[in-house]
């Protein structure tokens, strides 16, 4: 199970970040992603983490903006976004999946195994 929080209302250029925690699951056996879902639109892949390797994957959206991590110790990992824009004006879901998947793209979303239930952002400009 994931839960995800952290998530409110903050002008353009102010900064935010999320939580995910992690519960009856073996936190390092899994990859983590954060997709969002914008109004009218689809859900899209924001960035994902493979922890044996550490390597991350940031769309090009939010490069430079958005900063993937974790806590290991509180099956916790986090979004930090600055520099924020209206147009991240979203609901926020965290994703886990298997890190035997760790050959398959990051931001295919059926590849992930367990979805939290999401937290809103909103960005007022």
């Known amino acids: 199970q994931l839960q995800a929080s952290g998530g409110g209302l903050v002008q353009a250029g102010g900064s935010l970040r999320l939580s995910c925690a992690a519960s009856g699951i073996t936190f390092s056996t899994y990859d983590m992603g954060w997709f969002r879902q914008a109004p009218g639109k689809e859900r899209e892949f924001v960035v994902g983490?493979?922890?044996?390797?550490?390597?991350?994957y940031y769309a090009d959206s939010v490069k430079g903006r958005f900063t993937i991590s974790g806590d290991n110790a509180k099956n916790t990992v986090y979004l930090q976004m600055i520099t924020l824009k209206p147009e991240d004006t979203a609901v926020y879901h965290c994703?886990?999946?298997?890190?035997?998947?760790?050959?398959?793209?990051?931001?295919?979303?059926?590849?992930?195994?367990?979805w939290g239930q999401g937290t809103l952002v909103t960005v007022s400009s």
């Open positions: 983490i493979k922890w044996r390797s550490g390597s991350t």
């Open positions: 994703a886990a999946r298997s890190v035997w998947r760790a050959t398959q793209t990051m931001g295919v979303q059926s590849t992930y195994d367990v």
